[in-house]
Each structure stands twice: as structure tokens, then as C-alpha cells.
């Protein structure tokens, strides 16, 4: 984590901005708010991670770890936990109070696209270029479940309000649905 001083400012009166949040060098490729919504979290292709200051537009923090750029960024249904990952393959997972990276989780073998926490927190979903969809434990790490039958990459996954579905999306043109307990594909193969 590396601090740095905020880009601050904005309008009271409009509740415009008086400038952008800016840092980010190259293009920005994810965002997800806080559920407060007191932080916003953005993350691109120079492979940082910035977390602002809603209110005042201030840069709170820089988290570093990723070696290539990030595509995508999920939060814990509690916000404690901050889940990225992108074109190096790897998922990290954040305490995002501290800054602290708590694990790295490694088992696509492409650019992850898409993350999704379980409603409990205890799981995470990963969309990989390498056409799959994996689900791993956020406690320990581990891989629990590799799901395949898309013909192309996965770009997003999303899991039902009460966690017993998980859907992805990919290239290939379909969206399969999966029963998380008993990892039956709810849709027909094509």
C-alpha cells in the first residue's frame, strides 16, 4: 500500500466535481464502490489499485500487487475484503482497511475478466480468458470448483442474491447458469 496525497475538490453546491479523480496512468478497466459508499475503487492497466475518497475526491490509498493489468474488482458483501485480478491470471485478495494483501490465488492459466463474492463472503468466482469458471474458498484459498462448457473466454459471472446460482457470460455468445451446491448446469450444452 502506498499513500499519497489526494487530488481533491468538489462543488458543494452542485455536487459536481471541480476536477477528476486522476492518477491512473493508461486506460481504467474496473470500479465498485463501497457499500457505504463513502469510497470508490478504480483499477487499469498500470496495475494499481486506487481507493478515493468519495466525498472529497482525496486518493486514501495505492495498492500494488498485481503484475500486469487489472480487469476486474469485486468487493466482500461485508467490504472488509477487496478480490482483484486481470491479465497476469492471478486473484488477489485485500483486507482493504489496511492495504494488506492476504493472498494471491493462482490456477487460470489466461487474463482473469470477471469476479463475483458469494452473498456469505466465504467464496469467489473467477471468469478466465481460458474459457473457465472457478470458484474458490476466500478463507483458505483453495480451489473448489473448475466449471467448463463455455467454447470461448468467460468475461463475467454473477452470483444469484441467495448464492444458489452463479451465471457467466462469455464470448462464445452464451450465459449458463449453475446450481453452486450440487454443480449441475442448469442450462442444456449446445
Not at 492497466?45 to 466525498?55: F, M, S
Not at 495505492?62 to 487489472?70: D, Q
Not at 469458471?133 to 444469484?160: K, N
Amino acid at each position: 500500500m502506498r499513500s499519497e496525497p489526494g487530488r481533491c475538490g468538489w462543488d458543494a453546491k452542485t455536487g459536481f466535481p471541480l476536477r477528476s479523480l486522476t492518477g491512473h496512468m493508461g486506460s481504467i478497466h474496473a470500479l465498485v464502490f463501497t457499500p457505504e459508499g463513502t469510497r470508490l475503487i478504480s483499477a487499469g492497466a498500470d496495475r494499481l489499485i486506487r481507493v478515493w475518497d468519495t466525498a472529497d475526491g482525496c486518493l486514501l490509498q495505492t495498492l500494488e500487487g498485481h503484475s500486469k493489468p487489472v480487469y476486474s474488482l469485486a468487493l466482500g458483501p461485508d467490504g472488509r475484503q477487496l478480490a482483484s485480478a486481470g491479465a497476469d491470471g492471478s486473484i488477489k485478495i485485500w483486507e482493504l482497511s489496511e492495504g494488506r494483501l492476504i493472498r494471491s490465488l493462482t490456477g487460470h492459466t489466461n487474463w482473469i475478466f470477471g469476479l463475483a463474492f458469494h452473498p456469505d463472503g466465504t467464496r469467489i468466482a473467477s471468469a478466465g480468458a481460458d474459457g473457465t469458471v472457478r470458484l474458490w474458498e476466500t478463507g483458505g484459498g483453495r480451489e473448489i470448483l473448475t466449471l467448463r462448457g463455455h467454447r470461448d473466454r468467460v468475461h463475467g459471472v454473477a452470483f444469484s442474491p441467495n448464492g444458489s446460482r452463479l451465471a457467466s457470460a462469455s464470448a462464445d455468445g452464451v450465459v449458463r447458469i449453475w446450481e453452486t451446491e450440487s454443480q449441475y448446469e442448469l442450462v442444456p450444452r449446445n
